[in-house]
T-cell receptor
Framework: DTGVSQDPRHKITKRGQNVTFRCDPISEHNRLYWYRQTLGQGPEFLTYFQNEAQLEKSRLLSDRFSAERPKGSFSTLEIQRTEQGDSAMYLC????????????FGEGSRLTVL | AQTVTQSQPEMSVQEAETVTLSCTYDTSENNYYLFWYKQPPSRQMILVIRQEAYKQQNATENRFSVNFQKAAKSFSLKISDSQLGDTAMYFCASISNFGNEKLTFGTGTRLTIIP
């Protein structure tokens, strides 16, 4: 296993378009997280899955954002009707049960909204 | 709610020297965990060190150690014998121990190791 992988690594889109990011966690990890990181800031929590269940969502996750984790494996994060304020690095991480806070991060998907 | 504050936006140190990064936090919980994460340029974030709040002994991982002052809500990271590969953003983070899986991060300290 090579770790958490994210795709695409970079995405440039025009305002109003929809974008989707994919995350493949470490295979034996049942927990998966999405964070958003803007320039000069630390990562901000967006949402968290345990297996296929989405257990927590941040208020940052507006109704234009949706995340899924079908079958408890990979996850997708979709942003509809993108806005310039959505420009950020979207980080995915996974962890195993019993190790709260010990996250394995992917390299991130950088979104630029023009 | 938890908050994490890193008051040093940037630091630099000569290779082989020791450097300490500061972090303060605020929480109403009695049980929580504290972390330092490292984010090298253009690479993924990795966990450096973890501290359980109920443990008085400071955590150490090779050249990395923490100074955990629970009463002062302070959690600093000391890097000994610094190496060029230590150049990175360092984030302090906290999580409560009641099934809350949300890590709260500080704004980070950019550390540069000078050859």
């Amino acid at each position: 296993d090579t770790g958490v992988s994210q795709d695409p690594r970079h995405k440039i889109t025009k305002r109003g378009q929809n974008v989707t990011f994919r995350c493949d966690p470490i295979s034996e990890h049942n927990r998966l997280y999405w964070y958003r990181q803007t320039l000069g800031q630390g990562p901000e929590f967006l949402t968290y899955f345990q297996n296929e269940a989405q257990l927590e969502k941040s208020r940052l996750l507006s109704d234009r954002f949706s995340a899924e984790r079908p079958k408890g494996s990979f996850s997708t994060l979709e942003i509809q009707r993108t806005e310039q304020g959505d420009s950020a690095m979207y980080l995915c991480a996974s962890s195993s049960r019993g190790r709260s806070g010990e996250l394995f991060f992917g390299e991130g998907s950088r979104l630029t909204v023009l | 709610a938890q908050t994490v504050t890193q008051s040093q936006p940037e630091m630099s140190v000569q290779e082989a020297e020791t450097v300490t990064l500061s972090c303060t936090y605020d929480t109403s919980e009695n049980n929580y965990y504290l972390f330092w994460y490292k984010q090298p340029p253009s690479r993924q974030m990795i966990l450096v060190i973890r501290q359980e709040a109920y443990k008085q002994q400071n955590a150490t991982e090779n050249r990395f150690s923490v100074n955990f002052q629970k009463a002062a809500k302070s959690f600093s990271l000391k890097i000994s014998d610094s190496q060029l590969g230590d150049t990175a953003m360092y984030f302090c983070a906290s999580i409560s121990n009641f099934g809350n899986e949300k890590l709260t991060f500080g704004t980070g300290t950019r550390l540069t190791i000078i050859p």
